[in-house]
């Protein structure tokens, strides 16, 4: 079965460059979440999208901003990189039901040097 | 202040055993209960999940339980292989104001199964 495809899946940068990462949700998929995990720590959330439509937010900073487009892949773009940007970076997408589980993408590793 | 915890962060059970993974949580908000499975590098692999209107789903070697009076729930993995060995997240929903509903994650716990 198709999976969640996120690309590229290992990202090196340096501090104030940007960055982008883009995720394919399964077919048929109409809402898109963002997950950063760090160091150590659990997944925490960044934000969604349901229908190309921002649905909810979390603790994603000001210099992030994200969109989903008309074929519902979604990218996560990322300015004026600091080092504590360096984690790992989900994407996860479920259906239409509003209990619908999420299955996950294999993540975006991203170095910021 | 973590509304969902994995108060244990390893468990080591021999195989053929069985595994019981722990989490509580603290807001009664939350209506739908996930597990995850974790391997290093890579994302979170759906295993289970339970709405808040049953107290038992059972999944071929794996159960979860929910005790909503105690805002606890488990994972019981039997019997246990070797190759069940990753970190276990344990994740929790509720409704929003949002149409997408957010997950918010414990902390995890490394289970190690020996052979």
């Known amino acids: 079965a198709a999976g969640v495809i996120q690309s590229p899946r290992h990202l090196i940068k340096e501090k104030r460059e940007t960055a982008t990462l883009k995720c394919y949700p399964i077919?048929?998929?109409?809402?898109v979440y963002w997950y950063q995990q760090g160091p150590g720590q659990d997944p925490q959330f960044l934000i969604s999208?349901?229908?190309?439509?921002?649905?909810d937010k979390g603790s994603i900073p000001d210099r992030f901003s994200a969109q989903q487009f008309s074929d519902y892949h979604s990218e996560l773009n990322m300015s004026s990189l600091e080092l504590g940007d360096s984690a790992l970076y989900f994407c996860?997408?479920?259906?239409?039901?509003?209990?619908?589980?999420?299955?996950f993408g294999p993540g975006t590793r991203l170095l910021v040097l | 202040d973590q509304q969902v915890k994995q108060n244990s962060p390893s468990l080591s059970v021999q195989e053929g055993r069985i595994s019981i993974l722990n989490c509580d949580y603290t807001?009664?908000?939350?209506?739908?209960f996930l597990w995850y499975k974790k391997y290093p590098a890579e994302g979170p692999t759906f295993l289970i999940s339970?709405?808040?209107?049953?107290d038992k789903n059972e999944d071929g070697r794996f159960t979860v339980f929910l005790n909503k009076s105690a805002k606890h729930l488990s994972l019981h993995i039997v019997p246990s292989q070797p190759g069940d060995s990753a970190v276990y997240f344990c994740a929790a929903s509720g409704p929003l104001s949002g149409s997408a509903r957010q997950l918010t994650f414990g902390s995890g716990t490394q289970l190690t199964v020996l052979p």
């Open positions: 996860a997408s479920s259906g239409r039901l509003p209990q619908e589980t999420q299955y």
């Open positions: 999208f349901y229908e190309k439509m921002q649905s």
């Open positions: 339970i709405s808040s209107i049953k």
């Open positions: 807001n009664s908000m939350f209506d739908y």
């Open positions: 077919p048929r998929h109409d809402t």
